[in-house]
């Protein structure tokens, strides 16, 4: 058996689902890639883009085109945001990564992005039916992924919303896709989102704090 077979081959049975090797291996590094976002780790970034190589096979197997494409862009903003990281790793006055929240720019861009980017890749779904059973679902999480990694490469606190909304849908969908364990995942990926939120949030005042009167 190869690499690639072992990977799609079933781990074991839960719920009366079926979870595949990489299904469960690649969530689990997600929720690394996350935790380690939490910390303002640099690692978070490399782990991910293991994470999205791992969870190509995953949603091949499911024959969720859309979801590969996802983990394809996922694997290239990794990359970016590594690079975005390595260069910002000293923004913050303790030599940590800086974060903050965005700007009503920042923000009305992020969200134009969003919704014109759902539509555009919605509505590629929706023409080619091969490419996605749940096309707007699909492309919900698509863009709503490519948006939250983007605001997490510029440190924007906004990255962490992003992922709760990415949630909203995702815990159905993997359900409904027979990925049971990403299901199972999202579901942990709210309880971390919250508490990154927490910390990213009393992170983005500690200067504020600091130069306060006692």
Not at 177 to 198: D, T
């Amino acid at each position: 058996m190869n690499a690639l077979s072992w990977l799609n081959a079933e781990a074991f049975t839960a719920f009366g689902q079926t979870i595949i090797w990489s299904d469960m291996i690649g969530n689990l590094m997600g929720l690394l890639a996350l935790a380690l976002g939490w910390r303002r780790s640099i690692w978070t970034w490399p782990t991910q883009l293991l994470s999205g190589a791992i969870l190509v096979t995953a949603y091949a197997s499911a024959q969720l085109a859309g979801g590969v494409g996802k983990q394809f862009l996922v694997i290239l903003v990794a990359l970016w945001g590594w690079q975005q990281w390595t260069r910002g790793r000293h923004g913050a006055p303790d030599g940590s990564i800086a974060v903050r929240f965005a700007t009503w720019k920042e923000r009305g861009f992020l969200a134009g992005g969003a919704v014109v980017g759902t539509l555009a890749v919605g509505g590629l779904f929706t023409l080619y039916p091969a490419l996605s059973w749940s096309p707007w679902a699909d492309a919900y999480i698509f863009v709503g992924t490519l948006i939250a990694m983007i605001a997490q490469a510029r440190g924007l606190i906004e990255f962490w919303f992003a992922w709760l909304l990415v949630d909203l849908v995702g815990v159905p969908l993997a359900f409904s896709s027979g990925l049971a364990f990403s299901g199972l995942v999202y579901v942990v990926y709210f309880a971390l989102v919250l508490w990154g939120l927490r910390e990213w949030w009393l992170r983005s005042r500690t200067p504020v704090l600091e130069g306060a009167p006692a």
